[in-house]
């Protein structure tokens, strides 16, 4: 089962990789769909599958956020002094929302999710620009963002550049520096995430073997084995293909993912 899952996960890994280096979008959105999927037809029961598929895809996160946030470095792209004042924030939002997770029913779990990639595809779909700004907020307004951050993408299994990015780019921020703090945030959201993943998971006997935690190590290892090494095919492929419409297509998708969830 292990070599079965490690293969079938590393050329999700793959495509993943690619949409993520193509689109610019977290591979979350594509990663748990899936696994909530596959995962039952290893016999493992739905209530465990949704867990699973989000602790797995943040702790896969870890990783491909790691290497995009050293490459917003070196571009000078990230503005440390705020990434370090949401730092806290976001990992105590994160922590709570796996908390939050290992309280839902199955139902209640999928339909936030599906609720929430329903949004985000709407999103990416109508291309919504930010016409006016405002001044970076309050010390504590920001913590409370850093926070909500957390939670949803906890929630999700995302980084949570979704939510982070427009929110910065509203407080002033640039595009690249808002990116830049999101990638970086998105380390510690999931990393502190999945580590709550483990800590409620910790101890169940239900859970397949090769879990630590809701982590399913086969299914980790598989998408973080390609991941990186397909990113940069979707950067240079997206110098040459139409990535408005591409975007657009992607959303679409998105939202048929999410409909059918909601009938799961």
Known sequence: MFISVFFACAIMGAIVGFFAGLL??????????VLVYLLPLLGISAELAFPMALATSLASIIFTSSSAAFAHHKNGNIPWPIAKRLAFSVALGAMLGAVIAGLLSLKALTILFASAVLILAAYMLLSIKIERSVALPTNWTLQFIGILTGVLASLMGIAGGAILVPILMYCSLSMRQAIGVATASGIIVALFGALGYVVIGFGRTELPEWSI???????????????????????????????????????VFLMLVAIKMMCY
């Open 213 to 251: 935690g809701y982590i399913y190590l086969p299914a980790l290892l598989g998408i973080v084995s390609t991941s990186s090494l397909f990113a940069p095919l979707g950067v240079k492929a997206g110098a040459k293909l139409p990535l408005r419409y591409m975007k657009k297509g992607f959303a």
């Open 24 to 33: 610019g979008i977290g591979g979350g959105l594509i990663i748990v769909p």
